[in-house]
T-cell receptor, first 116, second 113 residues
Framework: AQSVTQLGSHVSVSEGALVLLRCNYS??????LFWYVQYPNQGLQLLLK??????LVKGINGFEAEFKKSETSFHLTKPSAHMSDAAEYFC??????????????FGKGTKLSVIP | DAGVIQSPRHEVTEMGQEVTLRCKPI?????LFWYRQTMMRGLELLIY????????DSGMPEDRFSAKMPNASFSTLKIQPSEPRDSAVYFC???????????FGPGTRLTVL
């Protein structure tokens, strides 16, 4: 079964510092990969997605992620953290599971705190 | 478009009562998903539908849970009887294609006393 691992359930950065949220997936076939953000008391919303085009994917709010097949990773970065980036971030992978079906798996999430 | 609509936003009930959560997906989206989110288990897929047909319900925790999609614009998730361990936030999401972006509703926060 496919799994998605997010290293660090809680990450704290200073305002203006680099944001790096880690995500690794387990799949023999490169999957479709997503990063979602969840603000308090809201549903998840898409930040960016990788669908086998460019390996460096740019998303909303200045975030980007790089697909590295050799490392089975899809880490999320932002050069300079803003207070409004404080939220929970979820990595997700969709892999083909046969018979026309895809299995979508979410990581456990990483809560990002931004310190002023 | 109004996005995915869920009701109620909050539900407090007593153990043993029946609970019905409702979802209206985005018009034109053929896939609808029900998720449950808890601190302990994170985000779990319960069931998903394609064109109103349940495709994968392997995430439904037990027979107390059931989900229906009588038409393209409405789905329900029912828990009968409810138990305190069912307390969670339940999300509905829809997407036009199986591996495309999922659009999430605001969630229903369920508390079972």
């Amino acid at each position: 079964a496919q799994s998605v691992t997010q290293l660090g359930s809680h990450v704290s950065v200073s305002e203006g510092a680099l944001v790096l949220l880690r995500c690794n997936y387990s799949s023999s076939v490169p999957p479709y990969l997503f990063w979602y953000v969840q603000y308090p008391n809201q549903g998840l919303q898409l930040l960016l997605k990788y669908t086998s085009a460019a390996t460096l994917v740019k998303g909303i709010n200045g975030f980007e992620a790089e697909f590295k097949k050799s490392e089975t990773s899809f880490h999320l970065t932002k050069p300079s953290a803003h207070m409004s980036d404080a939220a929970e971030y979820f990595c997700a992978a969709a892999a083909y599971s046969g018979a026309g079906s895809y299995q979508l798996t979410f990581g456990k999430g990483t809560k990002l705190s931004v310190i002023p | 478009d109004a996005g995915v609509i869920q009701s109620p936003r909050h539900e407090v009930t007593e153990m043993g009562q029946e609970v019905t959560l409702r979802c209206k997906p985005i018009s034109g989206h053929d896939y609808l998903f029900w998720y449950r989110q808890t601190m302990m288990r994170g985000l779990e897929l319960l069931i998903y539908f394609n064109n109103n047909v349940p495709i994968d319900d392997s995430g439904m925790p037990e027979d107390r849970f059931s989900a229906k999609m009588p038409n393209a614009s409405f789905s329900t998730l029912k828990i009968q009887p409810s138990e305190p361990r069912d307390s969670a936030v339940y999300f509905c999401a829809s997407t036009p294609a199986r591996v495309d972006e999922q659009f999430f509703g605001p969630g229903t926060r369920l508390t079972v006393l």
